[in-house]
Nanobody
Framework: QVQLVESGGGLVQPGGSLNLSCAASGSIFSIVIMGWYRQAPEKQRELVAQITGGGSTTYVDSVKGRFTISRNNAKNTAYLQMNSLKPEDTAVYYC??????????WGKGTLVTVSS
């Protein structure tokens, strides 16, 4: 059974940084896309960033230039480096992987709070 486990969330002051990780355990057929989503209170979940197996990346406009997504294929792990954090980045961050056989897997989320 495949599980995704996020880590690295927490409380940070505006302007600070956090690095999120998402590791997949279990037998997972090659991971095509690794993505990070977030959901703020009373808002819809949105795609923050995603990266393909070839390294192509996509970012939502609000995080461009501040967040960087990366992946380690050997470890089935995705990362999200978040710099210059703003209060509006406060949300629960989820990872989602798309496997080569067309299955989606979600993590349970990690809370990021940006506040002074």
């Amino acid at each position: 059974q495949v599980q995704l486990v996020e880590s690295g969330g927490g409380l940070v002051q505006p302007g600070g940084s956090l690095n999120l990780s998402c590791a997949a355990s279990g037998s997972i057929f090659s991971i095509v896309i690794m993505g990070w989503y977030r959901q703020a209170p009373e808002k819809q979940r949105e795609l923050v960033a995603q990266i393909t197996g070839g390294g192509s990346t996509t970012y939502v406009d609000s995080v461009k230039g501040r967040f960087t997504i990366s992946r380690n294929n050997a470890k089935n792990t995705a990362y999200l480096q978040m710099n210059s954090l703003k209060p509006e980045d406060t949300a629960v961050y989820y990872c989602r992987f798309l496997s080569g056989n067309g299955l989606f897997y979600w993590g349970k989320g990690t809370l990021v709070t940006v506040s002074s």
